[in-house]
């Protein structure tokens, strides 16, 4: 377990800038949230696409909405990384949110960058007390490691475990 976990400031809207792992609403299968290049002077368009059955969606990037029960920011539909616990619901946008999420739950220590510019615009500093709790550590770690093995599992069925 890491000792300590350093808040680098990002915000929810910074994640997004890398594609978003959503659940197709087609079906049911990972489609991506992918940003576009914007025009200048634009917001950055989003582009929704499935590989598994061709779903296609395109949304302009004006207003995106952050909610707290693990849904797209463009769209609604249900992220791919979410996975509901007896507190509530613990969700990332794509792997290396979850990762992150991942080392700030386990990390006994936290600390965060002193920056004037960004004060409580991260979302380490936003998610809800529950998540923060140490009581709550062992239930978090383990939604978050489930969602992380059900990932490698359906990105490779099939394949052996290590050792075997």
Known sequence: MTSRHTDRGH???DLVQEPVD???PRCDHRAR???GTPAEGTSTPRRLTCSACGFARHHDGIVLS???DGRDPCFGYPLWFRKETAKGTVWAYHRL????????VAAPQRSRIAAPTWRNRSYLSRLPAW???AKNRALILRSLDDML???EERRHPG???SGT
Do not use: G, Q
């Not at 949110?97 to 700030?104: G, K, P, S, T, V």
């Open 22 to 24: 959503v659940r197709c």
């Open 66 to 68: 952050f909610a707290d």
């Open 149 to 151: 093995t059900d990932a």
């Open 33 to 35: 949230l992918a940003p």
């Open 97 to 104: 949110h979850l990762e992150d999420l991942r080392a700030f």
């Open 11 to 13: 915000s929810l809207h």
């Open 159 to 161: 394949r052996p475990e």
């Open 131 to 133: 998540m923060k709790s």
